[in-house]
């Protein structure tokens, strides 16, 4: 069983930026993919990024390459993604979720945590 716990939303202007972190319980932790997603009013929630148990390698939507990082410190049990270049249609609710496998879908994930929302103003 993992917990999550999600931090670091708010609201900020185009072009700057924000780290949001998700916090874990558990000590299976570093046993997990660990995946950022977001979803916005009317939208269906959308993949953003995923790391690897290790850290070792991520994977990201094409729509923030080179804008967002994902990482993670499994001593902390916790995992973060910075966010530049904010756009205005970067606005969304921002989940983290957990899996044993990699994936891009939501539905492949077994845990989520509550939502952290993240909104950019023009």
């Known amino acids: 069983q993992v917990q999550l716990v999600e931090s670091g939303g708010g609201l900020v202007q185009a072009g700057g930026s924000l780290r949001l972190s998700c916090a874990a319980s558990?000590?299976?932790?570093?046993?997990?993919?660990m995946g950022w997603f977001r979803q916005a009013p009317g939208k269906e929630r959308e993949f953003v990024a995923h790391?690897?148990?290790?850290?070792?390698?991520?994977y990201y939507a094409d729509s923030v390459k080179g804008r967002f990082t994902i990482s993670r410190d499994n001593a902390k049990n916790t995992v973060y993604l910075q966010m530049n270049g904010l756009k205005p249609e970067d606005t969304a609710v921002y989940y983290c979720?957990?899996?044993?496998?990699?994936?891009?879908?939501?539905?492949?994930?077994?845990?989520w945590g509550q939502g952290t929302q993240v909104t950019v103003s023009s």
């Open positions: 979720a957990a899996d044993s496998t990699v994936a891009t879908r939501p539905s492949s994930y077994e845990y």
């Open positions: 558990g000590r299976t932790f570093r046993r997990y993919t």
């Open positions: 790391i690897s148990w290790s850290g070792g390698s991520s």
